[in-house]
């Protein structure tokens, strides 16, 4: 069974700290990918990763950066949350030549 | 002008009836399109994919593609209260590195 696994359901941090949010595949898949959903915005990309190491900005990358150190894992990491980042966080996986992308349960974060 | 464009409902139909959600895009060059469902508080999780225009069936549902027109729909036949979500249509908007663009879904609501 396939899986994309999300380091935390729910996270509550305060304004200014440094946020680190973990998300690990079992597909051995090459693209991974970190959304931010909100009411009324929909899935909005925030980063993907199309390899190990490598990382392209997608549509909102402000207040954001990754890391992509081996296949299986991405991390996004808000160098210092702000109110405006609470949101519900999506990471997905998806495989070379695969045409479904695979979701975690997601994380909703709020920034106090 | 939005890359993808639903209307966000919500969208009321009988239990039994057909229910039809639309999209359109904005990329002529667009080559994948993809129907998610998402249950309120879980994942996306993919139900049709379509590359070609015409039809394609898979149970209950049926995707449609249009490029000279640039929309996609689904239709879902005898609709069912557990049919009840949010339907995201997304296009994997051409030239980028299996880049998946999201609209921002149009709420269903079967009423038995």
């Known amino acids: 069974d396939v899986k994309v696994t999300q380091s935390s359901r729910y996270l509550v941090k305060r304004t200014g700290e440094k946020v680190f949010l973990e998300c690990v595949q079992d597909?051995?898949?090459?693209?991974m990918f970190w959304y931010r959903q909100d009411p009324g915005l929909g899935l909005r990309l925030i980063y993907f990763s199309y390899d190990v190491k490598m990382k392209e900005k997608g549509d909102i990358p402000e207040g954001y950066s990754v890391s992509r150190e081996k296949k299986e894992r991405f991390s996004l990491i808000l160098e210092s949350a702000s109110t405006n980042q609470t949101s519900m966080y999506l990471c997905a996986s998806r495989g070379r030549v695969s045409t479904e992308a695979f979701f975690g349960q997601g994380t909703r974060l709020t920034v106090v | 002008q939005k890359e993808v464009e639903q209307n966000s409902g919500p969208l009321s139909v009988p239990e039994g009836a057909i229910a039809s959600l639309n999209c359109t895009y904005s990329d002529r060059g667009s080559q994948s399109f993809f129907w998610y469902r998402q249950y309120s508080g879980k994942s996306p999780e993919l139900i049709m994919s379509?590359?070609?225009?015409g039809d394609k069936e898979d149970g209950r549902f049926t995707a449609q593609l249009n490029k000279a027109s640039q929309y996609v729909s689904l239709l879902i036949r005898d609709s069912q209260p557990s049919d009840s979500a949010t339907y995201l249509c997304?296009?994997?908007?051409?030239?980028?590195?299996?880049?998946?663009?999201f609209g921002t879904g149009t709420k269903l609501q079967v009423i038995p």
């Open positions: 597909m051995d898949h090459e693209n």
């Open positions: 997304a296009v994997n908007i051409n030239g980028g590195y299996q880049k998946v663009t």
């Open positions: 379509i590359y070609s225009n």
